[in-house]
């Protein structure tokens, strides 16, 4: 393929940098509930955010619950989550449970009053996931937040304008990619224990690669699109891992846009090669974004846009690439520490921060509402509340959609077939 050369995008003078001032808020008080290996990765995220304060960390297994504790040594251990929700001391709760336990936890912290951080997907069912975004809809005054990832990520939020302005020309299909040489399978000492918490090998309890993880590229190509696909088709098999598992360690699936765009995830635990990759096709330039970089590739007959002439440029073996990284032309003006120390951000860490400030905001905003106006009047409070200016992320409406959309996609990889999306799937009644 032809190409004029590839402009990694970064975000000019008076864009912003990607290294954020620091917090000098109150901190707060939140519990973790799911303290498996993403738990855990959670719990590693707080302990570098300076308005975490870690207050109780929950898991029903006991060894899990021990090796949380080693990374939050000053939080209250507890195995029942109900005690965990009922602590008034906490004002928010990250729920890193099993999918298909979400609900039942989510529900009842938004009852008692909490901030939740439901990860994604939703749910495993399109029951429990409405539930709980209906749930979180009738409560604006508090922060209800899905694990889209990708949602809160500035980089992404950066390359939103080079996709929606039509700088890569007239959409042709996008590509997204995992690819990681795993099982998926922790070993337990019962096999009561061993099942447990295998649950994602399990196609009644798991929406297995295309909804656990695919979920995230799918929503991200929906949102960078800003429209909702109309049809599904997938297909998977096992390929590697025939231990008894009933979800395929190997997938694909299509989605289908209006005006025929098509969008494609390939994921396996079978092979490495080819790692995590979003590549999004037009008909001027093509945008790759690997990890936290992301480079846009022209092609020799697009226009001339300007600044890519003066942008940074990589080389990839026959092509080249433009850079596009958020605060990449401001970084010499920091040290070298803080420049590394931004680098190791992911998107799981700007995801969890996000809903740290949000919390923040809510609560100081409510402190000072109820100082000045008192706390006799509920429903204005709760007006007050919904106008507080919050950090961009996927809330319970973004995250709902992507769960629909990681439900039906599931569904056409277990059947190999073309589903038809329903209107009425992805509206909240």
Known sequence: MAMLGGV?????????SSIAPAYTGPKVKVAVI???????EIL????????????ALCDSYPAFLKRGARQAPGAVNEADAAKVIADRDISALIVATPTHQHREIALAALRAGKHVYCEAPLAHCLEDARAIAVAARALPGQVFQAGLQYRADPQRHFLLPFIRSGAIGRWIMARTQYFK?????????????????????????????????????????????????IAVSGQGSIRLWADGRTVADTVQAQLEFPEAVNAYFSASLASSFGGEAETYHGSDATILMRESSAWMFKEVDSPLLGWEVYARKEQFQKDTGIVLKLGGSKQASFSEAEVKAEAEKTALYYSIEAFLRNCSSVDMARKDFVEVFG????????????????????????????????I????????????LLEDEWFELT
């Open 8 to 16: 990694r995008l970064i975000a000019q003078e008076g864009q912003g």
């Open 34 to 40: 799911g303290l498996g290996v993403w738990g855990r």
């Open 44 to 55: 590693s995220v707080l302990g570098r955010l300076p308005q975490a304060e870690v207050a």
């Open 181 to 229: 040489k795993e099982s998926w399978r922790r070993a337990s000492s019962t096999p009561e224990r061993e099942k447990e918490i295998n649950w994602r090998l399990d196609q009644a309890l798991s929406l297995g690669l295309v909804g656990e993880i695919g979920m995230h590229h799918l929503d991200q190509v929906s949102w960078f699109m800003d429209r909702r696909p």
């Open 375 to 406: 706390g006799d009047d509920p429903g204005l409070l709760r007006n007050h509340l919904s106008e507080v200016k919050r950090v961009p992320t996927g809330g319970y409406e973004e995250g709902y959609r992507a769960t629909v959309l990681a």
């Open 408 to 419: 039906k996609s599931a569904e056409a990889v277990a059947q190999s077939k073309r589903i």
